[in-house]
Nanobody, 124 residues
Framework: QVQLVESGGGLVQDGGSLRLSCAAS????????MGWFRQAPGKEREFVAA????????MYANSVKGRFTISRDNAKNTVYLQMNSLKSEDTATYYC?????????????????WGQGTQVTVSS
């Protein structure tokens, strides 16, 4: 089992920045990819970004490419999501997730463990 705890969400103005963190604990000795997803009210959960175990490979949704950056620190079992140039359409609950193994994926069902989510609200 892997436990995930997100933090860093909040209220920010249009064009602002936030940095989300997700700390993993439990069975973290094996290699795993990590991802960020988000879900706005009345909408389906959507992929945001993913990063490989080594951090050398990343994947982004087109809607956030160039504005968001995913990174990780394996010594701290933590993944980050730096979000710049935020827009009102980025408002959602953001979830981090773990996918055992090395491969990246943008489908939510490819991930085995999920955090409880952190709310990001962008005001225009």
């Amino acid at each position: 089992q892997v436990q995930l705890v997100e933090s860093g969400g909040g209220l920010v103005q249009d064009g602002g920045s936030l940095r989300l963190s997700c700390a993993a604990s439990g069975r973290t000795s094996s290699s795993y990819a990590m991802g960020w997803f988000r879900q706005a009210p009345g909408k389906e959960r959507e992929f945001v970004a993913a990063i490989s175990w080594s951090g050398g490979t990343t994947m982004y949704a087109n809607s956030v490419k160039g504005r968001f950056t995913i990174s990780r620190d394996n010594a701290k079992n933590t993944v980050y999501l730096q979000m710049n140039s935020l827009k009102s359409e980025d408002t959602a609950t953001y979830y981090c997730a773990v996918r055992p193994g090395y491969g990246l994926a943008n489908e939510y069902y490819a991930y085995d463990y999920w955090g409880q989510g952190t709310q990001v609200t962008v005001s225009s």
